[in-house]
Each structure stands twice: as C-alpha cells, then as structure tokens.
Nanobody, 119 residues
Framework: QVQLVESGGGLVQPGGSLRLSCAAS????????MAWYRQAPGKQRELVALTTNGGSANYADSVKGRFTISRDNVNNTVYLQMNSLKPEDTAVYYCNLGIHTNTRTSWYWGQGTQVTVSS
C-alpha cells in the first residue's frame, strides 16, 4: 500500500514563494515519475510540472521559470518550489507519482494542498 502526504500550502502575497512537499510511504521500490497538477475553482485540473527518471522536467507555460520540480530519493519526497507567485496561481495542488512497489506499478495521487496568492 502506498500513501502520499502533501504539505506546504498556504496563503502568500503576490511575488512570494512556497515549497510544496509530497512524501510517499509504503512498500516503494522506486519512484519513476513525478508530476504536480493544480485545480482552480470552476476550472479543470491542469498539469503544472512533470518529470521521469532520466528525463528532463516539463512545465506548463504559465509557470516556466518560476516553478521547479525536484525530489529527495532518500526520503521518497517530491517537491515543487514556487517563486514569484501570482494570484492566478491560486489553486489546490496535487502531486501524482508513478511508483513501482513489490506488487504493482501505478500512479498515485496526493490529497491536495491549497495555495492562495493574495494581498
């Protein structure tokens, strides 16, 4: 069984920064894919950042140069560093990890964390 726990969301002023964390636990063999999505009120969930083992990261045009996806292999934790935040970045952010366990390979979702950018 795999569990993902997100943290790091909150209220921040425009121009500020936040770092989201997504900690994976369970019978994890390895994490082969990492992604962050977000969903604003009344909008569809959209892909923010995506990377796979050995591959380069891809970002939505709206966050390029401001957001960075990274990982801590030792602790099975994935991060999204968000800088120069704008009000339009306000959304619930979800991590989505591709994980090999000893019994299956699948993508798993975090519970979501609210990010609000407002003065």
């Amino acid at each position: 069984q795999v569990q993902l726990v997100e943290s790091g969301g909150g209220l921040v002023q425009p121009g500020g920064s936040l770092r989201l964390s997504c900690a994976a636990s369970g019978s994890i063999f390895n994490i082969y894919g990492m992604a962050w999505y977000r969903q604003a009120p009344g909008k569809q969930r959209e892909l923010v950042a995506l990377t796979t083992n050995g591959g380069s990261a891809n970002y939505a045009d709206s966050v390029k140069g401001r957001f960075t996806i990274s990982r801590d292999n030792v602790n099975n934790t994935v991060y999204l560093q968000m800088n120069s935040l704008k009000p339009e970045d306000t959304a619930v952010y979800y991590c989505n990890l591709g994980i090999h366990t000893n019994t299956r390979t699948s993508w798993y979702w975090g519970q979501g964390t609210q990010v609000t950018v407002s003065s």
